[in-house]
C-alpha cells in the first residue's frame, strides 16, 4: 500500500473492529484505510489534547458496569456513585457533564435489570449463566515474515461491548448497547466481524496505542458451542437478540459478509472531505480538503483543543442551550421524544423536494401535478392538519423551483456535502445545503425553510438562518464555484398562507454582504470553540430538548412553564444536522 502524504510510520498491521465493516456511502477511502493501520500516524505529529468534557456517550456507562461486574459493588452503591460525582467519574479522564451523569445512572439500572431477566430466562430454557469477562476478545492471525497482497504481515480484530461467559465456555454472550431503543438489526458486515471474534477469538490484555501486538496467532483453547448477541436499548431498557449460533455458522457469516467489507476498507482509494476529516490521520497531506485560513477571523481557544468539526446546526444549537448542544450533538443522547409538529411538516417536505429534484432526467416541480392529501399521508407520518398544510407549502413550491426553466445539462445536487479546513483553528467546516446548482455558469447554493408565519422584515436573513451566512462565506472563500460574483445564495421560505412565501437572494460577491456574514457566524463561533462546561440555557426549546429528562435546570423550567408558546416556524429540526443523513 502507498503511504499517503502527512502520514508516516509502518503498514504491515492491519487491526479492524466490526465498525469498521458497516457501510458507510459517507466515509472517506483514505480514511478508513490508514485508520485500519494502527502504526501509521500524523506526519508532522499531532500532540494529545484532552477535551474539557467526557465526549463518549457510553464512556461513564462502562465505567460504572465495571465496578458492579468486576468490583462486586452494589447497584446502590454505583448510583450513589454517579450522584454524588463532580468532575471526572471515579477520578480520572475527562470531567462527564452532570446530565450525561444522570443519564448513566438511568442507563445502568436498567442494563441491569434487562440482563438479570435475560439471565433468568436463558436458566430457564436449559442454558448455562454467563459471567462478566474482563479482557476483551481479540482474533489475531500469526505474524508473517512476508507481506501478503495488500502489504499487511499481520491482522488483528478486535470487539467492543459488554462480554459474558458462561463457566465452561460453552456459551459466550455480547451485549451491544445502543443510546436510544435497541436496535433489531444490524449490518450483515458488523454481525460477521462480530461472530467470528466472538467464536475463535481469545481473552486479551489491553495494549497501549501504538505498541505491537504478540507474533504468534490467538489461540482459544475450546471454541464456544453457542454464541448470543444482544442489543440494549440505554433510553428504554429494550433488548434485542441479534445472533445465537454456532462457530461454522459465525465463520460463514464471517466469510460471505465481513470479510468482503474489509477488503474494501483496508484498500479503498480516493479521497471524500467530509466528517472523517475532524480524525483523519492524513489530513495534512489532503489535498481535495479545501483550506479556508480566516474564514470568520476567528481566535483559537486557550488551551488549545484537539480538532472538531463545525457546522451551522452547531451554531444555532449552541446559541440555543450549549447543554443540549454537547448532550444532544456530541453525545447523541435522547429520550425519544418526538419532534413537534412543525419540525416534521418541515422534513417531510424537505425529504419530497430531494426525491423529486434527484430524479433524472430533470424534471421542474412546475411541471409536476401537486401532491394530494392521501399521497402525502402515505409518504409521511403527518396527521390531517400537517399533511394539508405540507400540501399547500409545495404548491407554493411549485413557483420556486429552481428547476423551472433550468437546462438539461445543469448540475443539480442534492444535500451535496461541502468541507472545508480552517487551519488556525483546526476546526473542520461542513455544510450540507438543501441544493447546490448552476444556471449558466452561476453556482447557486439554496436553502428551504418551512415556516408558520412570513418572513419579519425587520430581521437580517443571514442572523436569522447562520447557514445563509456559511454559505456566503465559503463561496468568498472559494469552495464552491470559481468566482463569488458570478454565485447567489437563496432561501427558499415556504409559508402556510397563500402567497405568503419568498425567494431572497444574497449576493456573495458584495463585501458587504461578506462582512456580515462574518460577523454572524464568529459571534456564534467564538462561544462555542471557547465554551469548557456546556451549561444549560433554559428556555423554551427545553420542551423540545431530547436531553431533557437528564437535565435538573430543563425540567425545572419545564414544570415552571407547563403550557409554552411553542413556534411552528423554524424550530431547530434534529434533519438540519450535516453531520446525520
Known sequence: MQVPAGVAGQDWLIKASPRMARPDGAACPTHRRIAMRPLLVAEPAVPLRRSPRE??????????????????????????????????????????????????????????AARAAEQAAAVEAGLPPTKPVKQPWTWRTRRTDAPDARGVRQYEHTLWGRMYASEDGA??????????????????????????????????????????????????????????????????????????????????????????AFLEAATGTGTHPWENCVDCKAIAGCTELKRTPRLWN????????????????????????????????????????TENQGAQRGRAIDSWLDAQHGERPLRACRDRAIPDLAAIRARTRLDDAAAHEAMGML???????????????????????????????????????DLVYTHRGRWIWRETKTSARPLWERESL?????????????????????????????????????????????????????????????????????????????????????????????????????HPEIPDADTLSRGDDPAHD
Request: hydrophobic letters at 40%; aromatic letters at 6%; glycine letters at 8%.
Open 298 to 337: 476567528g481566535q483559537p481557544s486557550v488551551p488549545v483543543r484537539k480538532r472538531r468539526s463545525l457546522s451551522a446546526w452547531d451554531l444555532r444549537l449552541h446559541a440555543e442551550c450549549p447543554a443540549q448542544y454537547h448532550l444532544v450533538r456530541h453525545l447523541h443522547l435522547s429520550d425519544l421524544s
Open 171 to 260: 456459551v459466550r454472550d455480547l451485549w451491544l448497547p445502543s443510546l436510544g431503543r435497541a436496535k433489531a438489526v444490524r449490518p450483515d458486515a458488523e454481525l460477521g466481524a462480530v461472530a467470528k471474534v466472538m467464536a475463535y477469538g481469545a481473552p486479551t490484555p489491553r495494549r497501549k496505542a501504538g505498541s505491537l501486538p504478540p507474533p504468534a496467532a490467538t489461540d482459544s483453547v475450546r471454541l464456544p458451542e453457542l454464541i448470543r448477541v444482544f442489543d440494549f436499548g440505554c433510553a428504554d431498557g429494550s433488548v434485542e437478540p441479534l445472533l445465537s449460533e454456532g462457530p461454522d455458522q459465525a465463520q460463514q457469516r464471517f466469510t460471505a459478509d465481513a470479510v468482503p
Open 462 to 562: 443571514m442572523r436569522a438562518y447562520p447557514q445563509l451566512a456559511l454559505g456566503v462565506l465559503l463561496f468568498d472563500s472559494g469552495v464552491l464555484g470559481d468566482d463569488p460574483r458570478r454565485s447567489w445564495v437563496e432561501l427558499e421560505h415556504l409559508c402556510k398562507g397563500h402567497g405568503q412565501s419568498r425567494l431572497e437572494r444574497i449576493d456573495p460577491g458584495r463585501a458587504k454582504n461578506v462582512d456580515e456574514a462574518r460577523a454572524v457566524i464568529a459571534e456564534l463561533a467564538q462561544p462555542l470553540l471557547d465554551d469548557t462546561t456546556y451549561e444549560p440555557r433554559t428556555g423554551r426549546h427545553c420542551h423540545g430538548c431530547q436531553a431533557r429528562t437528564w437535565c435538573r435546570p430543563g425540567t425545572a423550567y419545564v414544570t415552571d412553564h407547563p
Open 395 to 433: 404548491a407554493e413550491h411549485r413557483l420556486l423551483c429552481p428547476l423551472n426553466g433550468l437546462d438539461t445539462d445543469e448540475k443539480v445536487l442534492v444535500q451535496h456535502r461541502v468541507t472545508a479546513y480552517v487551519p488556525e483553528l483546526d476546526v473542520v467546516v461542513l455544510a450540507k445545503p
Open 55 to 112: 465526549e463518549f456517550g457510553f464512556g461513564p456507562l462502562f465505567s460504572a458496569l465495571d465496578l458492579m461486574e468486576h468490583q462486586q459493588w452494589p447497584l446502590a452503591r454505583v448510583r450513589e456513585e454517579l450522584r454524588t460525582t463532580r468532575g471526572p467519574f471515579r477520578g480520572w479522564g475527562a470531567p462527564v457533564h452532570p446530565a450525561h451523569l444522570a443519564w448513566t445512572a438511568a442507563a445502568v439500572e436498567r442494563y441491569a
